[in-house]
């Protein structure tokens, strides 16, 4: 194809082109990775994996808590400001479960999420809860741990929920 177009306009459509994709070379890797994903991993485990985070979204909304957005995908964002609880107080108790969770109230559940891992998450929101009641937990003057957004949920992998 040839462009017959002004110098400034051709710079702008090669940046374009590259931000694209399109000077890429030996994408096979990227392809076939694409593929597993779509073809193995996106019409049941992905549709699966929404499903357990909205139960978990239930689960949690039963113990009183709020989660800032309707869950619709694998992500769910925990409202811990409302419920008063302290980021760095559900990383301690996650670190006991041996779930790591980053500051804030985001959870992002993992396609590989077992069911073991999904009880070991809501036992720490049980605890938390419980020991924020009970007065053992101190607030945090650090603006930090503060907010709805940041934490991951880095799961076990072994048994299926379901299975």
Known sequence: MLVATPASLIRRARHHRKMLGGAMRQIGPIVNAARVALEENFPEQ???THKVARYIESALLNMGLKTVFPVQTSMLF???ASAGLESEWL????QKEGIRLAE???VVLHYQIDDDAVASLLKVFRTVLQKKADGELVAVASAKYKGACGSSLAVRSGKKPGA
């Open 78 to 80: 925990v409202d811990l």
């Open 46 to 48: 992905l549709v699966n």
């Open 104 to 106: 804030g109230g985001r």
């Open 91 to 94: 990383v301690e108790e996650a």
